[in-house]
Structures are given as structure tokens and as C-alpha cells.
């Protein structure tokens, strides 16, 4: 990735079908943990509902990559407002802790196309009805571990709805690309807000008060999908 490259940290209308799909997912409320790349949550936990609800009788995933939390933070405030379990992707080999050097290797990997490799699979995705995708923006991009996971699972005939946190500027072709690879979903309106700014040693930076903000953000943006 070069030098002047730009890399965020962490950072269409429905039609009646569409929103009916998210509503009928959404009322089942409460949340779980997929089996497979489990996540437990964050020191906030405690604003989460609490359900006994399984993985099999909840019909929304809300799959996440998160380097600084800030993406795990906005994946958690969509899983207290309409449930359902939270996936959280992993890389079968970690990225780089030192920031430049991840930086060089997500360059490489968007140049040569590579997608690498992921710990684990989504399991019996083809019970969910309703999918989160949520990112980073990565080199103005879509992270390459995402695009391993949109690579690997069909989500045909299922609402994909993306969110995104970002270092300010934006969520360039992340989007677009979930759309381009989910040639036969129904993709919903995306969400998109800041988070921290790896480069500048700002990490994580939805908590605490900014958390509640982010929260409120993000309960319009479901109403008004």
C-alpha cells in the first residue's frame, strides 16, 4: 500500500419485500452466538438483552471484521435493537500487529486479488434470512478477509445489510462491492460512521458517550430500512 494511500483504521430505496423481511427477522428478539468463530462481547455487555433464544430459531446473523473494536461496538448495538447472532470473521493467519506493516500486506493483497483464508465458516447460513456485513474501510475498500467470507457463503434471495466504521473518510468501493458480490440478494441500505483512526493512534473511539450517540444513529438508520 503506498505511502499516501488512505487506510481507516476501523472505520438504494427497499421495496416493500425487502422491509418486510428485515421487520419479520427483527421481531424476534434477543440475541446468540453462532457456532463456530464465537464472540462473546465487550465490557459493555451488560446493555445487551438478555434471551434464551438458540442459533436455530433466530433468522438474523450479524457477521463483523474488527480490528479496533469500533466495527464489534456498532455490530452489538444492531444485535440489541432486532436481535440475532453475532459471527465475528477471523483470519486463519492474524494480521500484522505493527500498523505499516499491515498497511504493505493489505496493499499486496488488493493488488494481487488474494483473499485470504478464514478460521472458521458460518455454519447453516441458509436458516438466517436477513445478513449484517460489517467492515472497516480498509484501503478504501472492502476488507480481503470480507470478501473471503462473501466468496465462501451463497446469500442468495437473503437481505444484506451493510455497516461500516471509518477514520472520516467514508466507505469507498466497500459497498459497491458487497452489491457486486451478492448478485442475488436483496441488499438494503448501508450504515456508515466513524470510528478510530489506526494511523493516528486513535483505536477504539465508539464507547462511553459516543457509544450512545452511535447507538442513536444507528436505531434511525433501522427505522428507516
Known sequence: ??????????AADTDGTSRRRLLEAGVLAGGGFLAGCLHGGTSETDEQNDSSQTADESRVLIVFFSRT????????IIQQEVGGDLFEVHPAEPY????????AQVDEENEAGYTPPLQCRA?????????????PTWDMQLPPPMKT?????????KAVVPFNTNGGYGTGSSFQTIEDRCPDADVLEGFSTRGGLERDGIYLAIKGERRGKVKAEVADWLQNI
Not at 500500500?1 to 476501523?10: A, G, I, W
Not at 473494536?69 to 452489538?76: F, H, K, L, R, S
Not at 455454519?123 to 467492515?135: L, M, P
Request: proline share 2%; no cysteine; charged share 30%.
Open 1 to 10: 500500500m503506498r505511502q499516501n494511500t488512505l487506510f481507516d483504521s476501523e
Open 69 to 76: 473494536e469500533n466495527t464489534q461496538a456498532v455490530a452489538e
Open 96 to 103: 500484522p500487529v505493527e500498523y505499516d506493516t499491515l498497511v
Open 123 to 135: 455454519e447453516d447460513i441458509q436458516s438466517y434470512d436477513t445478513v449484517f456485513i460489517g467492515f
Open 149 to 157: 467470507f462473501l466468496r465462501e457463503h451463497d446469500l442468495s434471495e
